[in-house]
């Protein structure tokens, strides 16, 4: 399954397929684009353990249970405009670091 999600200054997009699982936001102006499932942010929401590697990498692979679960809360962290909105501004922080290099049209 695939979410998406229109923010202020940012698209989001769960992608929840099989056993993968990863948060793509797309900066609207620029167009350049990032996975951020890895974000300090998001893994607090998901309530996942920093130190585990697996939860280090752009995309997840795990468990279909677990995929389902991380791709609900993350359509209701991503639905409410308060967390949105912090979120965007902890990507803008992110993006003007220069730690954004892919673009899409």
Do not use: P
């Amino acid at each position: 399954m695939i979410v998406s999600i229109q923010g202020k200054k940012y698209n989001f997009e769960i992608v929840a397929v099989d056993d993968c699982f990863y948060i793509k936001a797309k900066h609207k102006f620029t167009g350049r684009f990032s996975c951020i499932n890895n974000l300090n942010t998001i893994l607090s929401a998901l309530k996942v353990n920093v130190d585990d590697e697996k939860f280090g990498d752009s995309f997840w692979i795990l468990s279909k249970n677990k995929v389902r679960k991380f791709e609900k809360v993350a359509r209701e962290i991503l639905s409410h405009k308060e967390f949105r909105d912090y979120l965007e501004e902890k990507l803008d922080e992110d993006r003007e670091c220069g730690e954004w290099e892919n673009i899409e049209k």
